[in-house]
């Protein structure tokens, strides 16, 4: 089980240490990439400065986990340089479900938010154009919530 | 003088699919037209939802690779190898040898039964009928080879957790060697078909042209990415499986047109017949998987994995909590970027051109519903 | 059908009504078959075996086909103009019949006469212009229909017309300096003596630029614009089904039929053999008739091979592409062709001949151009 920086996963740490960037202690996924843990209200910020200070366009994979008492935001972000992943986490608590957009920093963005409200029913401040994306515009609930069951008691 | 009468014209909307012969399974295009000319587009995707991630979160790690191959089913070899390999990473499982080069050699097979089929499909789209015949046959030929390992033709259930499922059988290494020779020239028969007709030129040059940086923008990956010329492989950028140890180049277009993606295509199932060649030519002995308990039990931890699939970069998302299913697996295709891309690049563009330039970035939908 | 007439001695009218009859009866076995071998040699050329079920080798397979479309039900969309929706395929289907009246089949022998139903002094122009009423069907249907689809399909159809019937009736202009005359036998006879009389020799850029045009005038593959099946769904008949669906089918390919007919005609001799005819054939009526006709079908059914062929070959042209090609390239080209052959008219056949290649052989540059300008585009490594 590797919990240490890759070699590509060093240099992105470094280079956001070089940077003085406002983020938290970095931890190491699987595959070796450095998480980094931000407040929702500095999301924005922080984002700018990692796509224009360090170059990191590439939003690869945005994604929501569902924690017992939190919404945890995950950004998958790609360094065409470096050649590595930097994965920046944000976390609300449950029952606000409210994160700021990130549409205008990175575009790419865009459908994944709004998949993200589509499974989740978390809602993104900002965000262009939020509505159901894979689900037709009059489903009701959010199926990829942890209490949302297998089969839908007459359903679709 | 006579008196003036103001001429009103109205856009036209047109609903492009969900059921049109074209649209590469069910996407729906909104069209607002002027004439034949394009003044904006929204997709509508999600009629081929079947909630694959939810699915996830309920079939244990022995279960979930059959679901995982319908999650595009060009390419069943990536997203079964895909899943695999985040299991493993997050697991700590070494896969043994002869698995990590099967892996790669199943994947090349594949990349280039997949640009085969998106050769015909995009020639058809174009009106072609002719060649989709003879990229079907030679596609055949490659689902003979994985119907030889795995009796499967198109849903292989060929990786699992640990290392793959089915040894090569005898006659395998003689029967892909036949396939490398044959196609090779089956290869310069399709560019001397398609590469130097005239028609085909004309549709594709200076076609569905996007820049580098707008395509970064929207995290288009694979050809699309490439023809703009910005050299991202995750091949080579994070090796996986035994991808280091072989030979081979990735080709960039020029120019970002139509054309660029049909020559890279062209260009990267010459490269996949090398990667084969290598492949069989080192393909070490001994196991082919890990000997793991009955219930696979994944410890907690996270990873994000990704593969360059033929039509870009398929990831995943793998968190694991210690019992035998994940917690959340979030998949990354890239076909939803490209059509999240697509309106952009429409904008402008006349109706004849939306299939050259939609097939081109060869989306597979229900990659895109998931 | 002089011979016929003097023997069965029948007013004029009536002879007429008999030869319409066995025209139109006559061309639903000619489409069915060549629905038929267009499957068979598109299965050849992508390597299937193509239709191979129904019938000994698959040869029922039209039938079976015809036979479905017309016991499906006959379905009229919801406020769709019900009275053009029903002409649309009438108006499409006539005008390729209506071309047969002045389509010599063949001949008699000597002073027998050609068969045909009517030598009319205008047959070259009465053929245009018949022709052309498929564009008044196709915008029609494309209109009647209520989809948007077919409007579009509709529209282009039009435009597509109204561009290559210029380069189309302007490549005949030159054959009619040839031969003097616009009668269809006339035609025929001016081009007898053998194969180096026949006009496409003489006129290789009519030809070509006939045989482009052609195909855009009955919808093939790479002109299919108004058809379009991966654009437009079918075009102009997506919402015909049955009956309705199977007129526009047959006159597609009774439309095939006639165009390469023009082209035989006009270009290949007719029903002349390319060699001299020997004396025992010319000599007995029955077996000149048949003699005659089977080279102009021979003729016939090779150039629907060849539109065949380029169906299976070639991708289809954008519709402002196509445009371009007739306006900027086809109409100058037969527009000089037409030029060169009235001014070296006088100096005889063989000079417009040479003066022609040579335009051909530019013409091939021009296409060599091309080739070139997309050989430079190579992936980098």
């Known amino acids: 089980m590797s919990t240490e920086l890759s070699l590509t996963g060093t240099l992105l740490a470094k280079a956001v240490k070089e940077h003085e960037l406002p983020l938290g202690e970095v931890r190491a996924d699987a595959a070796g990439s450095p998480i980094y843990e931000v407040s929702p209200d500095q999301l924005r910020a922080v984002g700018c400065q990692l796509r224009d200070r360090l170059g990191l366009h590439y939003l690869s994979c945005l994604t929501t986990l569902e924690w017992p008492e939190r919404w945890e935001m995950v950004y998958h972000l790609y360094d065409l340089a470096r050649k590595g992943n930097l994965i920046l986490k944000a976390s609300i608590p449950k029952e606000q479900a409210v994160f700021p957009t990130v549409t205008d920093i990175w575009p790419a963005a865009n459908w994944y938010e709004r998949e993200c409200y589509d499974m989740f029913g978390v809602t993104f401040e900002g965000h262009p154009q939020l509505c159901r994306i894979l689900l037709s515009d009059d489903w009701q609930s959010f199926p990829l919530r942890k209490d949302h069951p297998m089969d839908l008691e007459g359903g679709y | 003088m006579p008196e003036l009468v103001e001429v009103r014209t109205e856009g036209m909307v047109l609903n492009?699919?969900?059921?049109?012969?074209?649209?590469?399974?069910?996407?729906?295009?909104?069209?607002?037209?002027?004439?034949?000319?394009?003044?904006?587009?929204?997709?509508?995707?999600?009629?081929?939802?079947?909630?694959?991630?939810?699915?996830?979160?309920?079939?244990?790690?022995?279960?979930?690779?059959?679901?995982?191959?319908?999650?595009?089913?060009?390419?069943?070899?990536?997203?079964?190898?895909?899943?695999?390999?985040?299991?493993?990473?997050?697991?700590?499982?070494?896969?043994?040898?002869?698995?990590?080069?099967?892996?790669?050699?199943?994947?090349?097979?594949?990349?280039?039964?997949?640009?085969?089929?998106?050769?015909?499909?995009?020639?058809?789209?174009?009106?072609?009928?002719?060649?989709?015949?003879y990229a079907m046959r030679d596609r055949e030929l490659i689902l003979n080879l994985f119907e030889e390992v795995c009796g499967a033709r198109l849903l292989y259930s060929y990786a699992c957790v640990g290392g793959v499922r089915f040894d090569n059988p005898p006659s395998f290494e003689r029967h892909v060697r036949e396939f490398l020779k044959i196609f090779l020239d089956r290869i310069r028969d399709y560019e001397s078909i398609v590469t130097?007709?005239?028609?085909?030129?004309?549709?594709?040059?200076?076609?569905?042209?996007?820049?580098?940086?707008?395509?970064?923008?929207?995290?288009?990956?694979?050809?699309?990415?490439?023809?703009?010329?910005?050299?991202?492989?995750?091949?080579?950028?994070?090796?996986?499986?035994?991808?280091?140890q072989v030979d081979f180049a990735v080709p960039i277009g020029t120019k970002g047109d139509t054309l660029d993606r049909y020559l890279l295509r062209m260009a990267e199932m010459r490269e996949s017949l090398k990667i084969v060649e290598q492949c069989l030519d080192r393909l070490p002995d001994g196991n082919i998987r890990v000997k793991l308990p009955n219930v696979v039990k994944i410890p907690a931890g996270e990873a994000y994995l990704a593969l360059e699939s033929p039509r870009g970069e398929v990831g995943a998302y793998m968190v694991a909590n210690g019992t035998d299913k994940c917690y959340r697996l979030k998949l990354r295709c890239p076909s939803f970027n490209h059509v999240q891309f697509l309106p952009v690049i429409l904008l402008g563009e006349r109706i004849s051109d939306v299939m050259a330039i939609f097939g081109s970035l060869d989306v597979i939908l229900p990659e895109v519903d998931r | 059908?002089?011979?016929?007439?003097?023997?069965?001695?029948?007013?004029?009218?009536?002879?007429?009504?008999?030869?319409?009859?066995?025209?139109?009866?006559?061309?639903?076995?000619?489409?069915?078959?060549?629905?038929?071998?267009?499957?068979?040699?598109?299965?050849?050329?992508?390597?299937?075996?193509?239709?191979?079920?129904?019938?000994?080798?698959?040869?029922?397979?039209?039938?079976?086909?015809?036979?479905?479309?017309?016991?499906?039900?006959?379905?009229?969309?919801?406020?769709?103009?019900?009275?053009?929706?029903?002409?649309?395929?009438?108006?499409?289907?006539?005008?390729?019949?209506?071309?047969?009246?002045?389509?010599?089949?063949?001949?008699?022998?000597?002073?027998?006469?050609?068969?045909?139903?009517?030598?009319?002094?205008?047959?070259?122009?009465?053929?245009?212009?018949?022709?052309?009423?498929?564009?008044?069907?196709?915008?029609?249907?494309?209109?009647?229909?209520?989809?948007?689809?077919?409007?579009?399909?509709?529209?282009?159809?039009?435009?597509?017309?109204?561009?290559?019937?210029?380069?189309?009736?302007?490549?005949?202009?030159?054959?009619?300096?040839?031969?003097?005359?616009?009668?269809?036998?006339?035609?025929?006879?001016?081009?007898?003596?053998?194969?180096?009389?026949?006009?496409?020799?003489?006129?290789?850029?009519?030809?070509?630029?006939?045989?482009?045009?052609?195909?855009?005038?009955?919808?093939?593959?790479?002109?299919?614009?108004?058809?379009?099946?991966?654009?437009?769904?079918?075009?102009?008949?997506?919402?015909?089904?049955?009956?309705?669906?199977?007129?526009?089918?047959?006159?597609?390919?009774?439309?095939?039929?006639?165009?390469?007919?023009?082209?035989?005609?006009?270009?290949?001799?007719?029903?002349?053999?390319?060699?001299?005819?020997?004396?025992?054939?010319?000599?007995?009526?029955?077996?000149?008739?048949?003699?005659?006709?089977?080279?102009?079908?021979?003729?016939?059914?090779?150039?629907?091979?060849?539109?065949?062929?380029?169906?299976?070959?070639?991708?289809?042209?954008?519709?402002?592409?196509?445009?371009?090609?007739?306006?900027?390239?086809?109409?100058?080209?037969?527009?000089?062709?037409?030029?060169?052959?009235?001014?070296?008219?006088?100096?005889?056949?063989?000079?417009?001949?040479?003066?022609?290649?040579?335009?051909?052989?530019?013409?091939?540059?021009?296409?060599q151009s091309r080739a070139a300008k997309a050989e430079r585009r190579q992936v980098v490594y």
């Open chain 2, 16 to 133: 492009m699919g969900p059921q049109h012969p074209s649209t590469h399974g069910v996407l729906r295009l909104l069209l607002r037209l002027d004439g034949e000319v394009i003044k904006s587009c929204t997709p509508v995707i999600g009629y081929l939802h079947r909630g694959m991630e939810k699915l996830a979160e309920h079939r244990t790690y022995v279960q979930y690779p059959a679901i995982i191959d319908r999650f595009e089913y060009l390419t069943a070899m990536f997203t079964g190898v895909l899943y695999a390999m985040c299991a493993e990473r997050i697991a700590g499982i070494e896969v043994p040898p002869r698995a990590i080069w099967m892996r790669t050699l199943m994947l090349e097979l594949n990349r280039i039964a997949s640009h085969l089929f998106w050769l015909g499909t995009y020639l058809l789209d174009l009106g072609a009928n002719g060649l989709l015949f």
């Open chain 2, 196 to 244: 130097e007709n005239p028609v085909f030129l004309e549709r594709v040059q200076e076609v569905g042209c996007y820049s580098p940086e707008l395509a970064l923008q929207y995290a288009v990956s694979g050809p699309p990415l490439r023809s703009t010329g910005i050299r991202k492989d995750l091949r080579k950028d994070q090796p996986y499986l035994a991808y280091d």
């Open chain 3, 1 to 367: 059908m002089n011979l016929l007439q003097s023997l069965l001695n029948l007013p004029e009218p009536l002879m007429g009504a008999i030869g319409a009859l066995l025209i139109t009866l006559g061309m639903l076995p000619v489409a069915a078959m060549l629905v038929l071998w267009e499957r068979i040699f598109l299965g050849k050329l992508t390597q299937r075996p193509g239709p191979n079920r129904v019938g000994p080798r698959g040869l029922l397979q039209t039938i079976a086909d015809a036979l479905k479309l017309l016991t499906k039900e006959d379905f009229t969309p919801k406020d769709a103009d019900r009275i053009l929706f029903f002409l649309a395929p009438l108006i499409f289907i006539v005008p390729s019949f209506l071309v047969f009246a002045v389509v010599p089949f063949g001949h008699f022998g000597g002073t027998h006469g050609p068969v045909l139903i009517a030598d009319l002094r205008t047959g070259i122009f009465f053929m245009v212009a018949v022709f052309s009423l498929h564009t008044v069907g196709i915008l029609m249907a494309g209109w009647a229909s209520n989809n948007k689809y077919s409007l579009l399909g509709g529209i282009r159809g039009v435009a597509q017309a109204i561009s290559y019937e210029l380069p189309l009736i302007f490549s005949f202009l030159g054959i009619l300096i040839l031969s003097g005359s616009m009668s269809t036998v006339d035609i025929i006879k001016a081009q007898g003596g053998g194969l180096h009389n026949w006009f496409f020799l003489a006129q290789p850029v009519a030809f070509l630029v006939y045989l482009a045009c052609s195909v855009a005038e009955v919808n093939r593959v790479p002109f299919d614009i108004p058809e379009a099946e991966s654009e437009l769904v079918s075009g102009f008949n997506t919402e015909y089904s049955g009956m309705r669906f199977a007129m526009f089918f047959l006159a597609e390919y009774v439309s095939l039929f006639a165009t390469a007919a023009i082209a035989t005609i006009v270009f290949l001799g007719g029903w002349l053999a390319p060699f001299p005819e020997p004396a025992v054939i010319t000599g007995s009526t029955l077996g000149y008739f048949f003699w005659s006709a089977g080279w102009f079908l021979l003729k016939v059914f090779t150039l629907v091979t060849l539109a065949m062929w380029v169906r299976g070959t070639l991708p289809r042209l954008r519709a402002d592409q196509l445009m371009d090609f007739a306006w900027k390239f086809l109409v100058p080209v037969v527009l000089v062709n037409l030029f060169v052959t009235g001014l070296l008219a006088l100096w005889g056949r063989w000079a417009v001949a040479g003066g022609l290649w040579l335009a051909l052989l530019l013409w091939a540059l021009y296409g």
